[in-house]
């Protein structure tokens, strides 16, 4: 649309004024419909100055998520984004299965990279098959399309990449000194112990072929408060730095760190590249831990262990040391609580 990409366009000029002149040749567009998106945009909230000499430039954008907003601080990069923003939605991880089921008969539709942005959604989706509660204005909730060339075994370690990619944008935001930021394995993102991030990855595969995953994450960026059930073990960014975040140079931020990282996840044919930055940014190492509900090796899934967190291994599950004896934690869902006398 050319509102969107005037408004890609003011926003990359930086301030700085754009001549109509200019914008009509790089819009291949006449004057007249630069003038109507002009006040299409104005419409929409934002404010642009307009001077008949110099042009148009942008003042004022607020908090408002678009698509120009987003594409405006993507770099290029491994992958080729292609954005694709919505006021609502019932979720965005569910929409971009739909896409993505809709493309498995058209083999000449690219779905690898398409991302999902919505303002809200109205039926979130979390682990365990629990809801995610998505406040309009405040979250961001985003799901990306991947179709890695590579074995459904290889690529069970996805969902610790995105949770790298989003733990290493917050940290850029946060004053690590006063706050701890890190990883709650395997997905969880935490500030001071409470949940900023959730993590969902889903995955079409047949035999040894991937049709398709979707790998989806919600962030709390611009909740003042939250609901007495959750305030315990919630927070937002806002409430973690007293200021308002641009969500969408937050979401840019973090879709640039993601294809950065997936670069090296289909290098090394799993999280093995990216191993070390993960257990970096991993909670509790060398502290005693007890596991609920998990898969553990050579027990069954209602037992409850005890023992110290040593990181993970090469295939992204959690190494515990139990007994004295190192046993992995299998992928699956597992819940950390430090050990209580």
């Known amino acids: 649309m050319i509102k969107d990409e005037l408004l890609k366009m003011l926003i990359m000029a930086d301030g700085k004024y754009l001549s109509g002149q200019y914008m009509c040749g790089k819009l291949d567009v006449s004057r007249q419909a630069v003038w109507k998106a002009i006040n299409a945009l104005k419409k929409e909230g934002y404010i642009i100055e307009s001077d008949r000499k110099s042009g148009y430039k942008l003042l ?87 179709k890695p060339d590579m074995l459904p075994q290889e690529v069970s370690s996805i969902t610790l990449v995105i949770a790298v990619a989003v733990t290493k944008a917050v940290k850029k935001l946060i004053d690590t000194e006063k706050h701890e930021v890190g990883i709650k394995w395997p997905n969880d993102v935490l500030i001071d112990r409470k949940k900023v991030c959730g993590i969902l990855t889903q995955m079409n595969a047949v035999e040894n072929y991937i049709s398709h995953i979707v790998c989806g994450f919600g962030l709390n960026v611009n909740n003042k408060s939250f609901n007495k059930e959750i305030e315990s073990c919630a927070i937002s960014l806002y409430q973690a730095t007293g200021k308002f975040i641009d969500r969408n140079a937050f979401i840019a931020d973090i879709l640039n760190e993601f294809s950065v990282l997936y670069e090296k996840f289909i290098e090394g044919k799993g999280i093995g590249l990216i191993k070390d930055e993960y257990t970096a940014l991993l909670l509790d190492i060398g502290e005693e831990i007890s596991i609920y509900n998990g898969m553990i090796e050579d027990t069954r899934p209602e037992d409850i262990r005890h023992g110290i967190l040593k990181g993970i291994d090469m295939s992204g599950e959690l190494l515990v040391e139990v007994d004295g004896e190192l046993t992995r934690v299998l992928s699956g869902e597992v819940s950390i609580r430090k050990k209580i006398d």
């Open 60 to 146: 004022y954008r607020g908090d408002k998520l678009s698509k120009a907003g987003i594409e405006a601080g993507l770099v290029k990069g491994y992958i080729d984004y292609d954005v694709i923003y919505e006021e609502q939605v019932d979720s965005t991880n569910l929409l971009a299965m739909r896409l993505a089921g809709e493309a498995i008969n058209q083999p000449d539709k690219s779905i690898h990279g398409k991302v999902i942005i919505a303002n809200e959604q109205t039926g979130g989706m979390g682990r365990r098959g629990r809801g995610f509660i998505s406040e309009k204005d405040t979250g961001i909730y985003t799901s990306i399309i991947l």
